[in-house]
């Protein structure tokens, strides 16, 4: 596989450019391999506890919001999937809240949070270098919107800095 170009803004709705404008350029691959690396280790010092105290007034806890991480980037590589292999089914959206809401993220240890963020990576990283070249370009629509595949490893790696800057804060103010 040769090194994957950053999609255009025309291969993802706009409400994702506030993800991919976050990842730095590179091999998009060697990136979600590293963030993952990072994130885990950021959050490896958080405690139990910690990982159980909301963000803020209305705002998941870091249990949620690692949950939401695996949701989300299974759900988008879901869509990267579908579309490399052309399947023709326009795909739903999600709603977040919801998925949170019955995660049962709260019932789970810390640790099995993260154990379980990192098979994901590994799987999707798995997915994403099976993919021939021409797999990258394919089209597929989601939410009502056309996206390539190509755009979901940076929607991935944009949404997860997202949150880390966000659970980043948390445990400076905790700290």
């Known amino acids: 596989m040769s090194q994957l170009q950053r999609p255009q803004e025309s291969e993802y709705v706009e409400y994702y450019q506030t993800y991919t ?9 060697k990136i979600l391999e ?11 010092g958080m405690s139990e506890e910690e990982a159980e105290r909301p963000l803020g007034e209305g705002k998941w806890c870091p249990k949620q919001v690692l949950c939401h991480l695996i949701d ?8 990267a999937l579908s579309f490399a292999r052309q399947d023709p089914t326009a795909l739903p959206s999600f709603d977040q809240d919801a998925w949170v809401a019955h995660s049962n993220a709260m019932e789970r240890s810390w640790e099995s949070l993260i ?24 089209t597929g629509t989601a939410s009502g919107y056309s996206f390539t ?10 949404h997860e800095l997202h949150h880390r800057e966000g ?4 445990l400076a103010a905790s700290g």
């Open 21 to 29: 404008s976050r990842v730095p350029d590179g091999d998009i691959l």
């Open 167 to 170: 659970l980043g804060k948390a």
């Open 115 to 138: 154990e379980e963020f990192l098979a994901a990576r590994r799987s999707h990283l798995a997915l994403f270098r099976s993919f021939p070249d021409e797999a990258w370009t394919r």
């Open 72 to 79: 989300s980037e299974r759900m988008f590589a879901y869509r």
């Open 34 to 44: 590293d963030q993952a690396a990072g994130t885990v280790q950021m959050l490896g």
């Open 149 to 158: 595949v190509r755009a979901f490893p940076y929607i991935v790696a944009g």
